[in-house]
């Protein structure tokens, strides 16, 4: 199965500690895929300065199909980071070239050659869910923390793997999921932090821990997870065993500084 990730990228720039990461939900995922042997196509925006030339220097690395992936004139987005012990804050975000991007028909037709696109909350691609639902492409979504977002319910049709976070297993979020599940997509799953996860496939719920190990960092262990998730797909994997599969990636994210 061949999979593409479209949208968010930018990098993450830690002045006081003198480090930029490329990152973003797409460059994550993909490079989690690219490292578990699976094929996957990134489909974005860069710009044409010194963190974009940073941005395509690192992802050419990796055995990533950048055909689609495209630098224009411009800045590339840039989250500003900082440390408060060891924990991360996102102190400022500048979207650049991000703030233009939209798929055009030649964009379309590639993502349609693939069997599996992953996108996000932050991808800018909502409006054209619908137009690669008709396809027959599989469509994973990561919603992240915005269970109540008013778009949510519109974009939830167009979904066939919808990803939620949440803090834990309680009556709101098992009904939460009954209600997401009717509107469209074949499996729900929520991440819930050190307390494990569980998905919901519209006749029973399942649950998995998490890999208890030391934790250095858990930015980008939703980006693993999920990617982990999406390797189980691949190879034919259940629910369960896809669950356990996102844990697994993510437990190796979470002992290191960088999201990958």
């Known amino acids: 199965m061949r999979v593409v990730t479209v949208g968010d990228n930018c990098i993450d720039d830690y002045e006081e500690l003198g480090i930029s990461c490329p990152t973003g939900n797409s ?16 489909v974005s925006v860069t710009g044409n300065d010194y ?17 689609f992936f495209k630098q224009k004139q411009g800045n590339t987005a840039i989250t500003k980071m900082a440390l408060k012990g060891t924990e991360r804050i996102h102190t400022k975000y500048f979207e650049g070239v991000l703030e233009n991007f939209q798929l055009n028909q030649n964009d379309m037709e590639f993502i349609a050659e693939h069997d599996l696109v992953h996108t996000s909350f932050w991808g800018k691609i909502n409006h054209q869910l619908p137009l690669i639902k008709q396809t027959g492409v599989q469509i994973v979504y990561d919603f992240s923390v915005k269970l109540e977002n008013a778009e949510v319910k519109a974009i939830l049709p167009n979904v066939d793997y919808a990803f939620f976070s949440y803090h834990q297993k309680d009556a709101y979020i098992e009904a939460y999921m009954k209600d997401v599940h009717q509107l469209g997509p074949r499996t ?6 050190e307390k494990g996860s569980i998905a919901y496939d519209g006749n029973r719920f399942y649950e998995a821990d998490i890999v208890r190990v030391p934790v250095v960092n858990t930015v980008g262990a939703g980006d693993s997870f999920i990617a982990g998730y999406i390797h189980g797909l691949v190879n034919g994997k259940n629910i369960q065993e896809c669950l356990q599969s996102g844990a697994t990636v993510a437990s190796k994210v979470v002992q290191i500084f960088n999201p990958y």
Request: aromatic residues 6%; proline residues 3%; without cysteine.
């Open 51 to 67: 963190y974009g030339e940073q941005m395509l220097s690192f992802l050419k690395k990796h055995n990533i199909n950048l055909t």
């Open 188 to 193: 729900v799953i929520v991440t819930l932090g």
């Open 27 to 42: 460059v994550n995922v993909a490079v989690h895929l690219s490292r578990l042997s699976v094929p996957v196509s990134l």
